[in-house]
């Protein structure tokens, strides 16, 4: 079993991002006079922030552990699934402007199976062994990956026709 969690350091600059906004958002309702236009724009910053900021200690608390079985992740919830159950792979690049997938941005993978659904991005430490098991399970259950999640699988240097299958346990 591989235990995989996010690393304090690729949160950082989530947690500065919502503590600013909290700051901004909320600093602007406490020092203006109020308003109702006042109070949704900077109340609604302050709150999406907010928001921003529990997701973010929501991925620092998460652990993720792959087995050949299975994929765990917990945080303040579990999941757990089968790989034998997985029915939905998706591997999407985001990034600011069309650029390769190596060199910017970030990847979010995207498993569903068995009743839940299972989510990750690309700065969590092991990412890429994460995304290679679930393409290998994904061809083991004879899913179509769709084209995007095929090319961001090979920008990630993972060839899922050429891939050996998984040793068994």
């Not at 092991?126 to 179509?144: H, K, Q, S, T, Y």
Request: net charge neutral; aromatic share 8%.
């Amino acid at each position: 079993m591989k235990i995989y969690r996010y690393p304090p350091r690729a949160l950082s600059g989530d947690y500065l991002r919502a503590a600013t906004g909290v700051a901004v958002g909320g600093g602007v309702l406490l020092s203006v006079p109020e308003s109702p236009a006042i109070i949704v724009i900077f109340g609604g910053l302050a709150g999406l922030f907010s928001f921003f900021g529990y997701r973010t200690v929501e991925r620092h608390v998460t652990k993720m552990a792959v087995t050949d079985q299975e994929i765990c992740s917990s945080g303040f919830g579990s999941r757990v699934m089968a790989w034998s159950d997985l029915t939905k792979v998706k591997l999407r690049y985001y990034g600011t402007k069309r650029q390769d997938p190596t060199t910017g941005g970030f990847m979010q993978l995207t498993l569903k199976g068995g009743g839940t659904s299972v989510t990750c991005d690309s700065s969590m430490e092991g990412f890429d062994e994460v995304a290679r098991r679930a393409a290998l399970a994904a061809r083991d259950n004879g899913l179509a990956l769709d084209d995007n999640s095929i090319g961001n699988l090979l920008a990630l240097g993972f060839d899922v026709d050429r891939e050996a299958p998984p040793p068994e346990a």
